[in-house]
């Protein structure tokens, strides 16, 4: 019997990533490597990939491959972060069992509202500006001289 796999397409600057979830132990494979050795010493990027399994407490339920190509690494742990937010949706409209919230007044929630009241769902459409024709750079312009 094959282990059921949800997958997420997440993507940031110039940056795509592919995520595959999966029960089983906290493992996140990152293009063939760990996540420790694919981002090194930033720990910024590794909390970035993880915050929607800590906001949920399902750091240790999946484990996590990825696919990622293009821009840098903060934007590609932006990307991995959108896709991980993505493949979890789909995991929880397919067969989740709802997570009780901190207030505990309004009962179980859904994964999609305590991860659209985190800011996870939404694509950050944030890219880089085109270099303008007779501009140094996008806005930068050559100083005018009058004299």
């Known amino acids: 019997m094959a282990k059921q796999q949800y ?3 997440g993507r940031r600057k110039t940056c795509q990533a592919r995520v595959y979830l999966k029960k089983g132990s906290g ?3 990152i293009n063939d490597h760990t996540l420790e050795e694919y981002f090194g010493g930033r720990i910024t990027a590794h909390m970035i990939v993880k915050q929607p399994l800590v906001l949920l ?3 240790n ?3 996590i491959t990825v696919n990622v190509k ?3 690494p903060m934007g590609q742990a932006g990307a991995i972060r959108h896709g991980i937010t993505r493949a979890l949706l789909q995991y929880d409209e397919e067969d989740a069992v709802p997570v009780e919230s901190e207030e505990g007044s309004e009962g179980a929630q859904s994964f999609r509202r305590i991860l659209r009241k985190a800011g996870y769902v939404t694509r950050d459409s944030r890219s880089v500006e085109r270099k303008k024709v007779g501009h140094r750079k996008a806005r930068k312009v ?3 001289s009058k004299r």
Do not use: R
Request: proline share 0%; no cysteine.
């Open 57 to 59: 407490g399902l750091e």
């Open 142 to 144: 050559e100083q005018y």
């Open 7 to 9: 997958y997420g397409t």
């Open 61 to 63: 339920n999946f484990d």
């Open 27 to 29: 493992n996140i494979t």
């Open 70 to 72: 293009g821009s840098g």
